[in-house]
C-alpha cells in the first residue's frame, strides 16, 4: 500500500466531509485493503455526471488497491430513500427496480476498475430478516434522534405525513454497512445523516463504525437544483459526445468553477485559478465553458471524440448548418395528417408524445428549419424533410406515397 500521505492526497480532493477525520488516517495506516461501501438505489433509468461523482471517488480507492464495494439497492429502492423530500416517496414495483437496475449496471461498471470490485444487491441480506431480525434493528435508533433530521422535524412540526416505512430506510441502509463489513462509506452530502446512521447500526452490532465521506451535489444544467433525472436537468454518462458538449455549454456561467471540479474532476485550486483570471478579463467566460465542455466529453469519449462535438456544436450553433449524419425514418403510408407526436415517439426520438406536444408549443420543433405550431401536419410537407427537434436532434423523413 501506498503511503497514508501520499493516498490522503489522491482521495481528498473534491471531498465535502470526512466523518471523524482523523479515523479516515487510521484505518488507512491499518495497510490492509480497505473495504469502501457506495450504495446506489437503482429508481431511475440513467447514471447521471452528478452520481459520477461519487463513483469517480470509489475509483480513486481502487487504484490504491482498497475493494470497492457496490451496493446495488433492489430492496431499499422499493422503500424509498427520504432524503430531502417534502412528501412520502411513492414506492416502486419490484419489477420497476430491476429494470432500472439492468440499465444502470453497465453504465456503473464502466465508471470503476473491473478490480477489485464487489457488487451486491442488498435484497441478499434484507429480503430475508425475520421479524425478530427487524426488531432488534430498530432498536438501534430513537424516535427522538429521527426527528433530529431536518427534513422529518420540519414534515412532523408541520403535520406533514411521515411514513414509518421511511423511518426505516436509513436502519436498512446502515444494515447494509453490517452485512459487508464496511470500513468507510461514501455518498454525496445529502446522505451525511443516513451513513452516519450506519456508524451507529454498526456499533449495535459489534463491528467498528465505518468512516463517512462525502462529496459535494452537483448543480444541474439549470444552475438552481441538484442534478437529477426527476428535475430533467441532467446529463447521462451514455449520452453521446455531441450531447455533453452542447449541454454543458448551456449551464450558467455561476456553475462553472463547481462544474470544473466536480463534473471535469479538476483540482479545486485549478478551477479557482481558472475562474479568477476569467474575474479579472484575462479568460473570456464562452472560451472558458468550451474549455468545460470539451474536458467534460474527454472524461468519458476521449479528446478526438470531444473535439468532434465542439466542431458539431459550432456547425449547429454558430453555422446554423445541420449535422453531416441525419437519420432518417419512414414516412407512414396512408396517414394524412400526421402526427408528429406519434412519428417521433415511435421512433424512439423523444420520450413520449407529450414531450413532442411541449416542444411544439415552445416552438422547440421545425420542420425543413421552419417551427410548427400544431401536432398534426400534411404529410406533403414532411417527406423529404429534415425534422429538429429541441437544439440537438434532428432526422429526415423519407419514403411514403400520396394517397
Known sequence: MRPVDEQLEHLLQGVDAVVPEAELRERLAIGRPLRVKFGVDPTAPDVTLGWAVVFRL????????????????????????????????????????DRYASSCLDMIKGL?????????????????????????????????????RGDFRDRFTEGRSISLLEFMYPLLQGYDSVAVKADIELGGADQLWNLMIGRQVQTRYGQPPQVVMTVPLLVGTDGVRKMSQSYGNYISVRDSAEDMFGKTMSIPDEAMEEWLVLAAGRREADAAAVLAEVRGGIRHPGETKRMLAREVASLYWGAEAAEAAESAFDRLFRDKTQPDDVPTIPLPDGTDPVSLAVLLAGAALVTSRSEVRRLIAQGAVRVGGRPVDAEHVPAASLRGQVVQIGKRRFVRIEGGVDR
Open 112 to 148: 470503476l476498475l473491473p478490480e477489485p470490485l464487489e457488487i451486491r444487491p442488498n435484497s441478499e441480506w434484507l429480503g430475508s430478516l425475520s421479524m425478530g431480525d427487524v426488531l432488534e434493528l430498530t432498536s438501534a435508533l430513537t424516535v427522538a434522534q429521527i426527528l433530529e
Open 58 to 97: 470509489l475509483r480513486r480507492f481502487q487504484e490504491l488497491g482498497h475493494v470497492a464495494v457496490l451496493i446495488l439497492g433492489d430492496f431499499t429502492a422499493q422503500v424509498g430513500d427520504p432524503s430531502g423530500r417534502s412528501e412520502t416517496r411513492q414506492r416502486l414495483d419490484a419489477a420497476v427496480v
